[in-house]
T-cell receptor, first 114, second 117 residues
Framework: NAGVMQNPRHLVRRRGQEARLRCSPM?????VYWYRQLPEEGLKFMVY????????ESGMPKERFSAEFPKEGPSILRIQQVVRGDSAAYFC????????????FGPGTRLLVL | AQTVTQSQPEMSVQEAETVTLSCTYD???????LFWYKQPPSRQMILVIR??????QNATENRFSVNFQKAAKSFSLKISDSQLGDAAMYFC??????????????FGRGTQLTVWP
């Protein structure tokens, strides 16, 4: 049973480019969460999605960031016009249900903005 | 807002000894969930243990156990018979049971555990 898959594992972008991060949840999981980890810090919630729905995006910056979880395919976190401050590790987690269900994390995508 | 505090940025322990990592949290809820995650150098987030607030019994997973003090809002992790592979960053996390922010985990800043041979 494969765990949460994220790709790419490492992504380098120049300022102003777009970054697209992908997350495939565990089999049977329909809830996806994205978190960001800045150096020397804990993870910060960004967005919570179910299939074709954004449930809670209150942790996501209003501009340049968007997320989706289509009916078919992985969840995508998209960052437009990246800036150096976007450099971080982005983790995706999935669960079968909501709060009572444990979230299982992917290996993360390390984004470096030059 | 919910906050999770880990007051020990770094801890160290001798192999085979016991170490306790501290975590406190702030909430007005009565039902919630608490977790300890481990992040080794690979940076993969690995679930160590979870605790439901409505359960009085402390959770245990092999060498890992928690001391959950609901009134004090304290949730410490005890690692017994420490092994070199336990060396990692440990994060305490909180999850509400209801409300508009249902689903999101709130993390502490982490405790870096070093295990000496």
């Amino acid at each position: 049973n494969a765990g949460v898959m994220q790709n790419p594992r490492h992504l380098v972008r120049r300022r102003g480019q777009e970054a697209r991060l992908r997350c495939s949840p565990m089999k049977g999981h329909s809830h996806v969460y994205w978190y960001r980890q800045l150096p020397e810090e804990g993870l910060k919630f960004m967005v919570y999605l179910q299939k074709e729905n954004i449930i809670d995006e209150s942790g996501m910056p209003k501009e340049r960031f968007s997320a989706e979880f289509p009916k078919e395919g992985p969840s995508i976190l998209r960052i437009q016009q990246v800036v150096r401050g976007d450099s971080a590790a982005y983790f995706c987690a999935s669960s079968q249900g909501q709060a009572q269900e444990t979230q299982y994390f992917g290996p993360g995508t390390r984004l470096l903005v030059l | 807002a919910q906050t999770v505090t880990q007051s020990q940025p770094e801890m160290s322990v001798q192999e085979a000894e016991t170490v306790t990592l501290s975590c406190t949290y702030d909430t007005s809820e009565s039902d919630y969930y608490l977790f300890w995650y481990k992040q080794p150098p690979s940076r993969q987030m690995i679930l160590v243990i979870r605790q439901e607030a409505y359960k009085q019994q402390n959770a245990t997973e092999n060498r890992f156990s928690v001391n959950f003090q609901k009134a004090a809002k304290s949730f410490s992790l005890k690692i017994s018979d420490s092994q070199l592979g336990d060396a990692a960053m440990y994060f305490c996390a909180y999850n509400r049971d209801r409300g508009s922010t249902l689903g999101r985990l709130y993390f502490g800043r982490g405790t870096q555990l070093t295990v000496w041979p």
